[in-house]
């Protein structure tokens, strides 16, 4: 999902005046850059930041960019690259010998295995081999979309035999992971994205970045507030699953304000193609090898973006009654549901960040 970086005006406010002038005087060493690349994921990644000077802002963004980089190559399923084992490597040596990988990778595959056991199995990374049918099946659809087709059942069904999670052997002493089943084949891309955008986040936080907005293809990860002297939140805007054009504010879905959190959408207008009048989108439910079919588009709020990441796709997967009870038992986590008749639904405390309840930059 494509988000807006919205910048909010702001209105009446119950800040005492001394606090205002406070605030602006700090701000007033503060300025915004922002900056972009699109190396990294096989997306637009984008940066937005309160530093004091563009020197500052360069430095840190150069740092931002190598690390998107780095971990790109690492969680690369379809490309390998000399001198590097990545998670290509791991799915090319299934069922020979385990892989010695870096840290960045077991824990990663250690994140979903753990979050698979507490959430289910909606998001399950060892299904690359039936998510690959898929994925021949959309390329041939975007080179012939006069040709396009579903994949035979049964070939879905033979490849998803092989995505059993125990298959997945991790040696965390020797940083060693290994495919039990020579058929298995992994593919992170429910989650990768998010977790990466979550390590860049912590790190350069960490470096001494104090205000800034990560939002890598819409994964979107702030870092505190706006050092401008007048938000308290960020304002992220949530794309329209039939407006694609999200530069105008009336393009939007609504506006989430956020402070040190994640905001991630899935929807079945991002990567999908058409057989006949029927879109056929990348979110796959594991009990029906099809995609699934309750929603236009969901957002999921919460503090780790790799989190929000994965459970995005949890949260689109299941039907309404059983997401949003899933929604309700996760501690800071909340959500938005686009049903397929338009009709917005909200987790308990979703409301409080959105614009269209009276949300604003100022809470």
Known sequence: ???????????????????????????????????????????????????????????????????????????????????????KTINDQAGIAPVKVAPEIVELIQFCKDWYVKAGPETNIAMGSMLSIWQDYRDMASSNPAEAKLPPMEELQAAAVHSNMDDIIIDEENSTVYLADPKMSLNVGAVAKGYATEIVALEIKEAGLQSAIISAGGNVRTIGKPLDGVRERWGIGLQHPDRLTVTAEENLLDTAFIEEASVVSSGDYERYYMVGDKRIHHLIDPNTLMPADYYRAVTVVTKDSGLADFLSTVVFILPFEQSYAFVESMEGTEALWMLKDGTIKLSTGMGSMLKSKNASSMD
């Open 1 to 87: 999902m494509t988000f807006a970086i919205v910048t909010v005006l702001a209105g009446c406010t119950n800040k005492s005046n001394t606090a205002i002038e406070e605030a602006k005087v700090e701000s007033s060493q503060y300025e915004k850059y922002s900056d972009s690349m699109f190396d990294s994921f096989d997306t637009l990644i984008q940066v937005v930041a309160y530093t004091k000077s563009e020197a500052e802002f360069k430095q840190y963004f150069e740092q931002i960019h190598d690390r998107f980089l780095e971990l790109h190559r690492l969680y690369d399923i379809f490309n390998s690259y000399e001198g590097l084992n990545n998670i």
